[in-house]
């Protein structure tokens, strides 16, 4: 019964990873691609703002 315990835990992982695989994939594109991108956009706007500037090393 070792061999059962052995294998369980990899198994699960691999469920799991498929079932995350199927829900990435299934998420991509369609009706919330736009409001998605704009959201991503906008992360990375006010990141862009947010962040200080060196006067001095500039290159």
Known sequence: MDYV???VPPV?????????VRVIVKTQ?????AK???AVDAALA???GAR???????A
Do not use: N, R, W
């Not at 200080?52 to 090393?57: L, N, W």
């Open 36 to 38: 998605e991108d704009a």
């Open 52 to 58: 200080p500037t060196s006067a001095g090393t500039d």
């Open 12 to 20: 699960v992982m691999a469920v799991f990873f498929i079932g995350v």
């Open 29 to 33: 594109g369609g009706a919330a691609k």
């Open 46 to 48: 006010s990141a862009e």
């Open 5 to 7: 315990s052995a294998l």
